[in-house]
Structures are given as structure tokens and as C-alpha cells.
């Protein structure tokens, strides 16, 4: 019977870790830069857009560390011989570290107590994401 529940855990563990790459990678795509920039608290801040994008992962079991940001502003003049326009062009390059406490059928040793850790790089181009990493 011991063998069955930890069979499960180990097949639910496989399903979340996947599941929480894609949901990470779904709320890069859809990250409030602007807001990212006025927060105070910036954990806070990554954990929410995580969850307000994820429509399975559970907010308790969730945190977000170590977050690091720079922002770069990219100007390039036009010349006022050939009439080109100056471009401004801001990227912020975003990392993270996410881990994820697994949830646990039953309180198997060894597979009980889990969690699952994350780090995540983005960067993104007058506020949409143009590049997402997530790694072990």
C-alpha cells in the first residue's frame, strides 16, 4: 500500500514541478512592469503577479526570494540631416528565485515535505516580455 501512495506523490511531484515552470513562464508574460517599478516590497510584488496568473498553484505554498533588477534606457538620436526620429528604448532585465512547497498525499519519508526551486531570468522590452528562463 506504501508503495501505491508513494507511486502517486512521486507521479503528483512530476505534474507540479512541470506545472510550475509553465505557470511562471505564463505570468512573465503577463507582467505589470510599470507596477513592478513603484512597489516597495518587490517580493510581494513577483509573488502576486504569480498567482493572479496561475490558476493552479496554491498562494500559501508560494515564495519568492532574492529578487534582482536593473532597468536600461537605450537612446538613439536621430540626425536632423537624414530627418530620422530619436528612439528611446527602455528594457528591464529581471531575476528571481521562486520555491514551491509540494503538496503531500500522505506523510510518505523521504517524499513528504518537498519542495521545488526555481530560478527564473526575464527581460523585458517597453514592458512585454521578450525573453523567459526558468531553471532548476
Known sequence: MLVVFATVQLGGMTLVANQLSSEIT?????????G???ATDKEAFVEEEIVGASSQLRPDSLHVE????ERQTRQDRGGAED?????RTI???LSYDVRYELPSVLDVPGLSGQSLERSVTSIFCEG???EVEVGS
Do not use: H, K, N, Y
Request: hydrophobic share 40%; glycine share 8%; with cysteine.
Open 66 to 69: 532574492r529578487v534582482r533588477w
Open 128 to 130: 512585454r516580455a521578450i
Open 83 to 87: 530627418g530620422s526620429i530619436e528612439q
Open 26 to 34: 505564463r505570468a512573465c508574460r503577463q507582467f505589470d512592469v510599470g
Open 36 to 38: 513592478f517599478e513603484r
Open 91 to 93: 528594457r528591464l532585465a
